[in-house]
């Protein structure tokens, strides 16, 4: 029996995911991790220690899941834990990770262009996180297979890479 496909996109805020995701993998469930996130929603933000809690609300969705293919999407945030993880899945599932990666001059622009309503500071937050070096690093050491599909190419360009390596698992 084939094992099931895990795909998943990891990027900042703005890169495109969604938008690739939804042209590459039309007809795929696809868990994004910002519904869980929103779940813990204090005023307008939530509190960084309660973001471990989604994130591990939706690994526990993700195990209950017997889809033969799983598309997920994930942030930046708590890239330890995320590794961690994944290399988990991976004993059980044909894994793969896309690094989206984009300027952050491009994803300001991007998200002023879609009216992005997440507060300045959070939003600033987010785009100054180290990605993806970090995250490189740990991939690497847990010998997870990855791509870096750079955002700012044609999307046509994403989609067909992202699909190859799909055929490829």
């Known amino acids: 029996m084939d094992k099931k496909k895990l795909l998943v996109f990891i990027g900042k805020i703005g890169a495109g995911k969604s938008t690739l995701i939804k042209e590459a993998f039309a007809d795929v469930e696809v868990i994004d991790v910002q519904p869980f996130v929103r779940a813990y ?22 195990r209950s899941m017997n889809d033969n293919t799983i598309v997920v999407e994930l942030g930046t945030n708590h890239a330890s834990f995320n590794i961690q993880e994944l290399k988990i899945f991976n004993a059980d599932c044909a894994l793969h990770l896309f690094l989206c990666i984009a ?12 009216n992005d309503d997440m507060p300045e500071e959070a939003r600033e937050r987010r785009l100054k996180i180290d990605f993806p070096s970090t995250h490189l690093t740990l991939i690497e050491d847990a010998g997870l297979p990855y791509t870096i599909l750079d955002m700012e190419q044609p999307w046509t360009d994403n989609v067909i890479l992202a699909r190859q390596r799909v055929r490829d698992l």
Request: no cysteine.
């Open 41 to 62: 929603w204090e005023g307008d933000t939530v509190p960084e220690e309660k973001t471990l809690l989604a994130y591990k609300d939706m690994y526990k969705r993700l």
């Open 103 to 114: 300027s952050v001059e491009t994803l300001r622009q991007r998200l002023m262009e879609r």
